[in-house]
């Protein structure tokens, strides 16, 4: 039997960088140790990233915290902002507007979830707008922010948070972090790919300076190009514009205007949307639309004229198809970021799925021959949560009751089975989702459903042994204590001036 050391990865090459690549060389220095394998990252300067993504999912704060990342750092080096929920304006009908949080809404009430008492009052007429039963939707609403309490004295005290950042300074930053952990950056272009004949894996790059790279495992990280996955390993491609059609977008920056609140903005538009995120120096703006729609005038014209504030750059297209890799893992690549796949920036998922990506290659870490059962369960976890990520997105759509071609033809496509059994099951019963793992929980389902006008028929029936009186008054008192809750918070901006002062101080402290 060959020692173990001859079938250890001893050389992880990741080809890109961004925050793709950055992400995945801090988590692999970090957790692999200094007596781990050499880990060297690819990047030309000659190739830009895409950039769009500034706004994450609170999971961002376990990878941070398994990094020893400090937050006031982040947000001071990033020029972040707090995210508690992403608000969705004319997604129903033109006029609604709904925030999806990342909290609860109320609490259940004995061993019913809150939502059935809530559908049984509001057919009655005696509830109110189902946000004002989240603390993180008060909150947001009032421009409110404090750290949540460790040990919340009830549930729907337990929210969560997230930020909206500059994805390349958060890029920047952990390339300084891998670089102190071994990290080798190496510049150049990669032009050749060299496989071996017998099991077609790929052993080496070549540079356009004639330099020769090595390595046991290659992490793509080439963006949409999918430099390896793709044009070496012709892995294949799932298209899935037929479910989310959209495959372009224009995006710019532009000045601050007036307080920003912790929250991210869509606004539905004729033939796609467009987002807003506050950063602390400015606001990142974007319309994402279907082409088949729209002309690319007509969409740039639309985002320039609802800005809030003066550009500060000139607009930037993107091109993408949605979709993902038949497999994320082949051989000895594996796939993360947008070269595995991309399902469109509508709920912040592209971080979080590069997250994914990177945690589920640590879990299962290969050794030099990269075992079936390995390659196999990693891409059957990273289909499970694209396939469930790409069910949540096309809820918004579906859902949707505007008159314009674009949204009328996505209320009438053909629905994957697990999407249609999981609208069917809350229609008829009130009933959500819930996965052991996964990114969207019962309460984000619920904020979508409900949001966007759909209420079930019937709701749980053990809801009428309560008096009416009784489930009337418990509304109530939820309610009252969000709203104490939310009024007692800082603001906002405030809670992040302090935190900007609390990492300058510890840097005045250091030196």
Known sequence: MKDRGDRAIREIVIVGGGTAGW??????????????????????????????????????????????????????????????????????????????PFGVHGEPIGPVDFHHYWVRQKGEGKAEEFGRYSLAIE???????????????SLFEAYSYAFQFDASLYAAFLAEYSAARGTERIEGKVVAVGRDGETGFIRSVTLASGEQIAGDLFVDCSGFRGLLIEQELATGFADWSAYLPCNRAFAVPCEIGDPVGPFTRSTARSAGWQWRIPLQHRLGNGHVYCDR??????????????????????????????GKREKLWNRNCVAIGLSGGFLEPLESTSIDLIQSGILNLIALFPEKQCAASDVEEYNRVMDLEYDRVRDFLMLHYVLNQRDEPFWRDMREMVWPDSLSEKVEAFKRRGLVPQYDHGLFQPASWLSVFIGQNLLPETCDPRVDSMAAGDRASELERIRTAIDASAGRMGKHLAFIETYRARFSGSRSDAR
């Not at 692999?28 to 769009?52: C, K, M, Q, Y």
């Not at 009032?142 to 309490?149: D, K, V």
């Open 139 to 153: 909150a947001a609403r009032l421009h409110n922010f404090s750290l949540p309490p460790d040990v919340p004295a």
């Open 293 to 322: 729609y729209i002309s690319d005038q007509d969409a740039l014209d639309d985002l320039m004229e609802n800005l809030e504030g003066e550009p500060i750059a000139e607009p930037k297209q993107l091109f993408f198809k949605t």
């Open 23 to 100: 992400m995945t060389a801090a988590a692999l220095s970090h957790r692999l140790g200094n007596s781990g394998p050499d880990i060297r990252l690819i990047e030309s300067a000659e190739i830009g990233t895409v950039g769009v993504g500034e706004a994450t999912l609170p999971q961002i704060r376990d990878f941070n915290r398994m990094l020893g990342i400090d937050e006031a750092e982040l947000m001071a080096r990033t020029s972040a902002t707090i995210k508690l929920g992403i608000e969705f304006c004319d997604w129903g009908r033109e006029g609604d507007s709904y925030i999806h």
